[in-house]
Antibody
Framework: EVQLVESGGGLVKPGRSLRLSCLAS????????MSWFRQAPGKGLEWVAF??????????DYAASVKDRFTISRDDSKSFAYLQMNSLKTEDTAVYYC??????????????????WGQGTLVTVSS | EIVMTQSPATLSVSPGERATLSCRAS??????LAWYQHKPGQAPRLLIY???TRATGIPPRFSGSGSGTEFTLTISSLQSEDFAVYYC??????????FGQGTKVDVK
């Protein structure tokens, strides 16, 4: 059974840092891309960051709202994905979810969709 | 960035009735469109990918259709466990992956 379990959320002051972790089980973690999403209070889902599998370069992408502040990484030996969040702002307050990315070819393009998600960890940025 | 628009914002349905949810993309996403179900405090659940393919373990009362810019999620006979918020998401042009604002299906 595929499972994703996030941890590391909490209350933090603006300008501080926090690292979220996502422990994966039930599949070959290194074969998949991973992503982080978030949901602010009363809002919808928003994509945050993505990391490809090392087979497909292991490179990363970020939403404009978090670029240069957040860093996604992975440890395939331990089946963890991480989200390092620096210079946190009040607008980063949200439940953060990790998700597994499924890669496939669509015509001449490569696309990824997200099939399994964790239950989320709450990050509150407030003074 | 592709903008996804869902309608209606809220859909009030009686158990056993049919629910039809709509999703529109600001430009063509081919069939690279997913639907998710999300309940408070739970993980989002993938229902449909490829616009019309049910994900593993999803009951046949859920069906998706459409291509290009217009998509529909149909729940043929609503069960009590289906009351939730539903999101469409495009994955044709990325990053970013973008979602609609959600449709809340509640009890009439």
């Amino acid at each position: 059974e595929v499972q994703l379990v996030e941890s590391g959320g909490g209350l933090v002051k603006p300008g501080r840092s926090l690292r979220l972790s996502c422990l994966a089980s039930g599949f070959r973690f290194g074969d998949y891309g991973m992503s982080w999403f978030r949901q602010a209070p009363g809002k919808g889902l928003e994509w945050v960051a993505f990391i490809r599998s090392k087979t497909f370069t292991g490179t990363t992408d970020y939403a404009a709202s978090v670029k240069d502040r957040f860093t996604i990484s992975r440890d395939d030996s331990k089946s963890f994905a991480y989200l390092q969040m620096n210079s946190l702002k009040t607008e980063d307050t949200a439940v953060y979810y990790c998700s597994r990315a499924v890669r496939y070819s669509s015509g001449r393009s490569v696309v990824y969709y997200f099939d399994y998600w964790g239950q989320g960890t709450l990050v509150t940025v407030s003074s | 960035e592709i903008v996804m628009t869902q309608s209606p914002a809220t859909l009030s349905v009686s158990p056993g009735e049919r629910a039809t949810l709509s999703c529109r993309a600001s430009q063509s996403v081919s069939t690279n469109l997913a639907w998710y179900q999300h309940k408070p405090g739970q993980a989002p659940r993938l229902l449909i990918y490829g616009a019309s393919t049910r994900a593993t373990g999803i009951p046949p009362r859920f069906s998706g259709s459409g291509s290009g810019t217009e998509f529909t999620l149909t729940i043929s006979s609503l069960q009590s466990e289906d009351f939730a918020v539903y999101y469409c998401q495009q994955y044709n042009v990325w990053p970013p992956w973008t979602f609609g604002q959600g449709t809340k299906v509640d009890v009439k």
